[in-house]
């Protein structure tokens, strides 16, 4: 607009490079710039020279060669003929396996605690206190060895449940077995099983496949049917009662799948010197659950705490105030609050129990850091293209997770405004 | 309605002081408040005293029948046998000889043991260092011992001339000259010139001037190398170093992912998201396994520096996090006032915004230090000899193969007086700091 | 209002002198696309008080602001003691050591005590000696009439003893021109009079003033000319008398209208 009033214009002088704010972040961003690219240059200069000296190339072809060694906790396929890529992928699965079974069991236990800390009864107040001091303060590899020396010493082997006189005996109805070489549950078992679909490179049970479209339509259903009840609630002041009908949506369609697929369960039993039958969960996979359960549930315990704390009296005050009821009051007005404070510590918490399944060497957990990162790489000698592989997939895996976290915060801060 | 009710009352005694009903006061009321209202908590009280009673059953023995003077796992068992105390999966008691014998290994690993003295005064100088950070009664003179402490514990544990310590030292004091030095020429010039010279210095002066210092007054005491550091010294090494290197450098970074200028933001978030999004023991194998790569052909350098190194960025990012939180929290009016005063970035930095947003962020601060702590274990997976390395190197021994408990409660309790020391104490310092507000 | 009325002023030192203290001519700021300054033309000549009010979004804050550049402008010019602010790193910090500036939310540092809030500008940026910055800290708190809360944090302070802080620390840089944003509008109605006052007494003594504000009285009494902004553009200025009694613009006597009318 009024440009030209007069205004003096200065000629370019050099020190306007360091004085001048239009050219001051310029000069820094290049010389930040500069250095940055000098040291890359430094980096993948010596990563080269190093490389020609050993005699090595960059490549990930090593990645289809036969592993030659075993993985004893397969979820897909693999032998050890299987490739390198096989044995990664079966490690990542054993990582998520791990890491769901961590984060869904420590969320239970941390809540419990977190929410049992506050209350007023003296003597567990001071139990949960005493729990999450403890496992918060003390190295979770500690506790994964403490839980993996649980199994190993502690239990019993299979053969002390033999005989008249065994010392040992099956749990929960002589459906589980404890043992020091790990946990025999029941598993499902199909009479009329639909068998599984071939992939080429992995075959998905189609019992499974179709238990979970069941479980996820049936969700869906639901969601509608609670929309609706919202949506009449709406329309007349009046709530539908829905309760009945969401526990029909939600199991009826699975339990008559499950009928008619014949499914029925496989109890473990001893065979000879070991059980055989159902799902046999190693004593690594045990030791690390229940190491890093517990010890990620004293922290979302201190966040459920601190979630709950962060929500003034002043708020379930208001809520009393305009007639709620303590139950409405909970649902409608602290929950959601809560939950905003809650949920981003919790979904770091879930970000560091997965990078702690890492730990799984400990006990002997085959983990993507036991087989990319362990065996794989000691095999090939291939440490840089192995490390690099591992950590983006690490990454990758943090990222999702964080980008869940990222859509859920934006989701409350667009609801705040 | 009368006219006649009698509106005025006045008072002519007092009524003295009465005690509660009885049954109101004392242990009764208690219980019955804290214990037994309602009963979902009646429940809760049960189940608890009843895990209480079933943990003391099964520890309590064990801890009872506890036998402190024996040299082997056997020797121990045989004593307790003697003594009776046995149950139906044999003996039944704790062997805490093997801490006995073996607790200045797990303090100081394979460090000479006609040399523990030096760790042990330079834990004693720590303690001295670290007085006057945590407590602002003690003197505050004693901060140049503390500035001091870095260079002294390294010579004291690592040994060798006196010399490489004193010349590394002289780097910091060039810095500080130039920072001073340069001051007139401007704050980026100063600043510029402070991380340049120490640099070059250390680059290329510094081994040639303690190798020639070290020629012509050969004073020193015995080197110890780092493979033969190990146990809860090695833990508070990395520990320690890693938690004073990360506070400056997360600083930084948490300043540089709030910058406006694009590429300081995008370096910034590049980096914090990668070291986040990576297990630590990845960084530690890149440490060990990789660094090679990275290097010039030929140098290699200490493994406990390179992981020194690690843990420091690995906490950095955290920290970088934590501090960018407290940034956040201030009011953008603090920004302002101080830009209205004439103070310049660094300036408004130093004194306005990094005291405020340091002290909101305390107890994310302290967290990421406990955690750091507590990462020191991961070292094992290198083949450091840290109090875990240990725990299995004694269990490799024959006299001690299938002692488990002993060695992880005595490691499991050091940590915990630590780490809940520093969460302790960094309550405390948060209600200290507090009384500046209302 | 009525407070300020009754208070005898002396306006034996509230004299404008030729000197230009600011000289603001053709500026113009955006925030994105949306225009909030529009070629603003305004000469202050030392020793001037100047009220500027306006409806809220006028526009009013952000041209205090640019004076001492926490905004920055786009196009046109502002000169403050001959020193033209530009993108100069230098004369910014130049400028913002001679210009006083007290907020809204008065901005003290909550972890400071009141007399280190007000030493720190002086021994950091005037590389005073801190003894005599403490000592005229206390000269000023003092002069605000709160010399035994000088070791206290500003988080014990009543809202008007902070703002009176303020006003005091902005002082210590010995500023030769102050700029009040709003510096009453947070404050309860009965501590209004005692920040009110400090103001006064500083003009009194011939500062040099520009203060966005509400208070018509202390426009009355102390300024020598009000600004009424509206829509980011100067819309009428006059002496207050004429101003008040006399408004020109339609818009002037619909806000006259509404903000004397209760």
């Known amino acids: 607009m009024a440009m030209d009033s007069g205004a003096p214009k200065e000629s370019f002088r050099l020190s306007m490079l360091l004085y001048d704010s239009r050219y001051r972040s310029y000069t820094i961003q290049i010389f930040v710039l500069f250095c940055l690219m000098l040291g890359a240059a430094w980096l993948v200069d010596n990563t080269i020279k190093n490389l020609a000296a050993l005699g090595k190339d960059f490549s990930f072809s090593f990645l289809w060669n036969v592993s030659g060694y075993d993985i004893s906790q397969r979820p897909i396929e693999y032998t050890s003929t299987s490739t390198h890529a096989r044995a990664a992928i079966v490690g990542l699965t054993n990582t998520i396996i791990l890491a769901v079974m961590g984060c869904v069991t420590a969320t239970v236990l941390g809540v419990l605690a977190g929410v049992l800390r506050l209350s007023t009864n003296w003597i567990v107040a001071r139990l949960m206190t005493i729990y999450i001091e403890t496992f918060r303060n003390i190295p979770a590899l500690l506790w994964i060895l403490v839980f993996g020396a649980v199994m190993a010493e502690a239990m019993p082997a299979p053969r002390d449940f033999r005989g008249a006189d065994a010392t040992a005996s099956m749990s929960l109805f002589d459906s589980v077995a404890i043992t020091n070489r790990g946990v025999y549950v029941p598993g499902p078992l199909f009479d009329r099983s639909l068998g599984s679909v071939d992939l080429g490179f992995i075959s998905p049970s189609l019992d499974a496949l179709a238990f979970i479209v069941v479980v996820i339509l049936s969700i869906w259903a639901n969601k509608r049917l609670v929309n609706h009840a919202t949506a009449v609630q709406n329309a007349t002041g009046i709530r539908p009662v829905t309760w009945w009908k969401s526990i029909l949506t939600l199991f009826v369609p699975a339990i008559l799948l499950l009928l008619a697929l014949g499914f029925h369960l496989e109890y473990p039993a001893l065979r000879g010197f070991n059980f055989s039958g159902g799902i046999q969960l190693r004593s690594s996979l045990i030791a690390m659950w229940l190491g890093l359960s517990v010890y990620t549930a004293a922290f979302i315990a201190e966040n459920v705490r601190a979630g709950i704390m962060a929500i003034s009296t002043g708020q379930s005050e208001a809520a009393a105030a305009l007639g709620m009821q303590p139950g409405k009051t909970m649902r409608l007005v602290i929950l959601p609050q809560a939950m905003r404070v809650i949920i981003p510590p919790l979904i770091s918490q879930y970000l560091n129990l997965t990078k702690n399944t890492s730990l799984g060497l400990a006990v002997g957990y085959m983990d993507l850091r036991s087989t990319l990162g362990g065996i794989t790489i000691n095999q090939t000698g291939r440490e840089l293209e192995g490390m690099m592989l591992m950590m983006l997939i690490y990454l990758v895996l943090s990222l999702l997770i964080s980008s869940a976290m990222n859509v859920y915060n934006n989701r409350v801060k667009l609801k705040e405004r | 309605m009368s006219d006649s009710i009698d509106l005025t009352y006045v008072r002519t005694e007092m009524l003295p002081e009465q005690t509660p009903p009885t049954n109101a006061i004392g242990a009764v009321r208690w219980v019955r408040e804290n214990l037994f209202n309602g009963i979902l908590n009646s429940i809760l009280t049960i189940l608890s005293i009843l895990a209480v009673i079933w943990i003391v059953m099964a520890i309590g023995p064990w801890l009872m029948n506890s036998i402190w003077n024996s040299d082997s796992l056997s020797q121990c068992r045989e004593i307790l046998t003697a003594a009776g105390s046995v149950n139906h999966e044999g003996t039944h008691g704790a062997c805490w000889g093997v801490i006995k014998e073996r607790w200045p290994q797990l303090l100081f690993g394979f460090y000479p043991s006609e040399l523990y003295w030096r760790p042990t005064v330079t834990f004693v100088m720590m303690c001295i260092a670290i007085a006057p950070i945590l407590f602002p009664s003690v003197p505050r003179k004693v901060l140049w011992f503390s500035a001091a402490y870095p260079f002294l514990a390294v010579f004291m544990l690592w040994g060798g001339s006196i010399w490489v310590t004193i010349t590394a030292a002289l780097g910091f004091f060039l810095g500080f000259a130039a920072l001073t030095g340069l001051a007139g020429f401007g704050t980026l010039v100063a ?108 140098t290699n350098f200490d493994l406990v520096l390179r992981v020194i190194i690690m843990v420091t960025l690995f906490a950095t990012a955290y920290m970088a996090e934590v501090i960018r939180g407290g940034l956040a929290a201030l009011p953008r009016g603090q920004y302002e006032a ?60 024959s006299a001690w193969q299938g002692i488990y408990w002993e060695l992880f409660i005595f490691i499991g309790a050091v940590f915990w007086i630590f780490c809940f020391s520093m969460s302790r104490y960094s309550m405390h310092l ?9 | 209002m009525n407070t300020i009325a009754e208070r005898a002023i002396d306006r034996s030192h509230m004299t404008v002198s030729d000197e ?48 001492n550049r926490l905004e920055e402008h786009q196009a046109g010019q502002i000169i403050v003691d001959g020193i033209e602010l530009s993108s100069d790193l230098k004369n910014v910090d130049k400028v913002r050591s001679e210009v006083g500036m007290v907020f809204q939310h008065f901005n003290l540092f909550p972890h400071l005590s009141i007399l280190d809030n007000l030493t720190l500008a002086p021994i950091w940026v005037r590389k005073t000696p801190k003894k005599e910055a403490e000592e005229v800290a206390m000269h000023y708190l003092e002069k605000v009439k709160i010399p035994e809360q000088a070791l206290k944090f500003p988080g014990q302070l009543s809202g008007g003893q902070q703002q009176r802080v303020a006003i005091a620390r902005s002082l210590c840089m010995k500023p030769r021109i102050m700029l009040f944003d709003e510096p009453t509008s947070a404050l309860d109605p009965e501590m209004i009079k005692e920040v009110l006052d400090t103001m006064i007494e500083l003009a009194e003594e011939g500062m040099t003033m520009l203060c966005v504000t509400h208070e018509m009285g202390f426009a009355q009494a102390v300024a020598n000319r009000v600004v009424f902004m509206d829509q980011g553009q100067i819309v009428e200025q006059n002496e207050p008398k004429e101003f008040f009694n006399n408004p020109q613009s339609e818009r002037t006597q619909l806000f006259l209208s509404q903000i004397l009318g209760h």
């Open chain 2, 430 to 438: 948060e209600r200290r700091l507090k009384t500046d507000h209302k």
């Open chain 2, 338 to 397: 101080a830009d209205a005063l004439g103070l310049d970035y660094w300036k408004a930095q130093r004194l306005i915004i990094m005291p405020q947003a340091l002290k909101i962020s305390i107890p994310g601060i302290v967290n990421t230090f406990i955690g750091l702590f507590k990462d020191t274990t991961l070292v094992v997976f290198i083949g450091l000899m840290d109090p875990i390395g240990l725990a299995s190197a004694i269990r490799a021994n």
């Open chain 3, 20 to 67: 230009v203290a600011i000289q603001i001519s053709n500026m113009n700021k955006w925030y994105g696309t949306f225009h909030v300054l529009r070629d603003i033309n305004m000469t202050v000549n030392r020793g001037e008080r100047i009220v500027i009010c306006g409806p809220s979004g006028s526009g009013k804050s952000t041209l205090i602001r640019c004076i």
């Open chain 2, 191 to 298: 600043t510029t010139g402070a991380i340049l010279i120490p640099i070059l210095y250390w680059l290329f002066g510094w081994t040639p001037l303690s190798d020639g210092l070290t020629n012509i007054m050969p004073w020193g005491i015995e080197p110890v190398t780092t493979s033969d550091f190990g146990g809860f010294m090695l833990s508070i090494i990395i520990g320690l170093s890693g938690i004073v290197l990360s506070l400056p450098l997360g600083i930084l970074f948490a300043l540089g992912r709030q910058s406006n200028m694009v590429l300081i933001k995008t370096v910034s978030v590049v980096f914090i998201e990668f070291i986040r999004g990576v297990p630590l023991i990845t960084l530690l194998f890149t440490a060990s396994l990789l660094l090679n790569y990275f290097l010039p052909p030929g």
